[in-house]
């Protein structure tokens, strides 16, 4: 049983292995999506939108990550 678990921990680490990083994306996926649902913004806008709030979390997860190997 501990090598089950083991072998889940060392699966779910490689997909979160930064948590704030894996908790922007669900954030910002999340809250695009509402706005989209509410027609906040238009449907051709939301992908985007998406692509782009992506890209500066990915940039700021980099740029964070490269301050703590200094």
């Known amino acids: 049983m ?3 678990r083991a072998v889940f ?3 779910a680490g490689l ?3 930064d948590r704030l990083f894996a908790l922007a994306i669900a954030v910002w996926i999340a809250l695009v999506g509402g706005l989209a ?3 906040a913004i238009a449907p ?3 992908g985007v939108v998406l692509f782009g709030g992506l ?3 990915l940039v700021a997860s980099v740029v964070a ?3 703590r190997e200094r």
């Open 65 to 67: 990550g490269a301050r």
């Open 2 to 4: 501990n090598a089950v």
């Open 9 to 11: 921990a060392k699966v």
């Open 37 to 39: 649902a509410a027609h």
């Open 55 to 57: 890209a500066l979390v």
């Open 15 to 17: 997909f979160v292995e």
């Open 44 to 46: 051709s806008a939301g």
